[in-house]
């Protein structure tokens, strides 16, 4: 064996020497897992949503003519008038730049797209 074999020879049976020394002292048994993820950064579970969320309408408004009661829109090509409905939304409001329909209750603006 050469010097240089000899010394990593020691040195391994120092280390081993140690860290059998060094297991001694430690628990066999964690009280947690180390590698487990802390509560805190933990994501919040999910609850099943009892009713799906209403999906945002595609209502595209294409084209304004304003004319007071007579007001007109293109919305997704379909020509309105005021009191007009398309897929539940009633047309209920035409100014310069938007119309205003309701359904269930609830408004919806749409702006004009440019």
Do not use: H, W
């Not at 020497?17 to 048994?29: C, D, R, V, Y």
């Amino acid at each position: 064996m050469t010097y240089t074999g000899t010394i990593c020879f020691i040195l391994i049976l120092t280390g081993a020497s140690s860290l059998s020394a060094a297991n001694e002292s430690l628990p066999s048994t964690l009280k947690y897992d180390p590698f487990e993820q802390p509560d805190f950064l933990k994501a919040p579970a999910r609850t099943a949503r009892s009713t799906p969320a209403a999906a945002k309408p595609n209502l595209q408004l294409r084209s304004i003519l304003q004319a007071g009661d007579e007001s007109m829109i293109n919305l997704n090509g379909k020509i309105m008038m005021i009191g007009d409905s398309y897929k539940g939304y009633k047309l209920m409001e035409v100014d310069k730049q938007s119309a205003t329909f309701i359904k269930n209750g609830k408004k919806t603006r749409v702006t004009l797209q440019q």
